[in-house]
């Protein structure tokens, strides 16, 4: 399901911060013998600034739990791991000096732990709101209302475990690490010319296309091998997105959304691969009164049968286009943030 991550005043974007919260870090001035001003350099480290910003916003109504923040909850949960990947990204993207390499295993380590939780709640969220709907039309026999009302009372679990994972010290410890990275970007970004800085990073685009555009060439993407695609999408995407927003570029718009729709297609299938293990045990049969297996298991297939074969056509149409990253030049994009002229900087959210 792609949707949009702006934010509202239904998912937190000003709400008051808590006592002890931590806030999103802010651009330092140059001191006395520091590098002249860059809008690459500024940029990305606004861009790293905004989005630990939506992640700290996030994590903040959320910790209010179920009862404060109610039907957002879901939105909430989606932007959450949204914004965390998209800083991920931009981290992969940016230097980092050698001693800093510990940080970057801890932080990998930390973010995966954290996601567990919001992973399983966005699950049960998907499967209610657009995967069982789909399953009841392609299988009559499955009780609508009592389905939805046993997966409720999962997902009411999967929700109270990651509550009280975002009240966990160690969660607290992962936003921590998160800041750092963020704050280090301001450093290491400094430490490069415009030039130097945005052909590192081209250079690096470019080799996770190769890669990414590898794998869907390649026969037989079983389940672990599309999991691991759509990795390589998103962190592909959203750090092309992170330039998109210092410099508007209609190729690169173009590219960026190529990678969103190959994204959402292989989402698809992997929401009715979650859907395969989530409804044996929430599905009733409306002839039998138990839970509903027979028909369930054809169901599913079919199903995925019909999202693989999207998911195949947006990989031969992301195919047939040009890579953005692996162009010669990249016009517009490439004379704004390597040449230093003025960029767009974002704007706080």
Known sequence: MTRSTKPTAANGGGAREPAGATP?????????????????????????????????????????????????????????????RRLCALSDLLPRPADRQPLRRALRREVAWAMQPLSRARDWDVFMADVLPRLCEAEPDIDREVSLRRAGARSDVAHAEMYASLRNERFDGMVRLLRERSDEMHAALAERQPKALYRAMRRRLERWDAALRGRLEAEGQGARREHQTRIEIKRLRYASEALLQLCPSRRLERYAKGLADLQAALGGTQDLRTAARLAPDTCVSLATGKLARQGLDDACRRLRRQAQAEARKAGRRFLRAPSFWAARKQGRVARRLAEGAPARLPAAA
């Open 24 to 84: 999103a870090p802010r651009a330092r001035p140059e001191g006395n013998g520091a590098a002249a001003p860059s809008p690459l350099r500024d940029g990305l480290h606004a861009v790293a600034a905004i989005w630990f910003g939506e992640i700290h916003g996030r994590v903040r109504r959320l910790r209010e739990g179920d009862a404060a923040v109610g039907q957002a909850a879901p939105d909430l949960i989606h932007d959450l791991r949204i914004y965390v």
